[in-house]
């Protein structure tokens, strides 16, 4: 339950397949089965679907967090970038000091520098 991998759908899809089986073995008007084998099987297969479906919501859970994450990474490297972009930096070619990537003074337009 804690790998970070999709669950296999092969496998979920067997498992929910197995689930549903049991469940329907439980509710289905079969006279072979009294009421307490049919509920054996329905919380079988109850723990079927929940085995099946447990790890895939855990998965689509963790990978929500993993892209909310990244998300507002790049939220803070925007941030830095406009920092960076209105840090003030020396024109090379009038020598005044200025944001941007045009001197405010020449008009000119200064290379980047890191
Ligand atoms: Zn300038």
Request: glycine content about 8%; charged content about 25%; overall charge positive.
């Amino acid at each position: 339950m804690s790998t970070n991998k999709k669950p296999k759908t092969g496998v979920m899809i067997a498992k929910i397949a197995a689930g549903l089986l049991f469940i329907y073995v439980g509710i289905a008007p079969d006279p072979e089965f009294d009421a307490g084998a049919r509920g054996v099987s329905i919380i079988i297969g109850l723990a079927f679907m929940a085995w099946a479906l447990l790890p895939y919501f855990g998965w689509k859970k963790r990978r929500q967090e993993v892209l909310e994450e990244i998300e507002k990474q790049e939220q803070e490297i925007r941030e830095m970038k406009a920092e960076l972009r209105n840090r003030p930096r020396k024109c090379p070619f009038c020598g005044a000091t200025t944001k941007g990537n045009v001197c405010e003074y020449c008009g000119s337009l200064i290379p980047e520098t890191k």
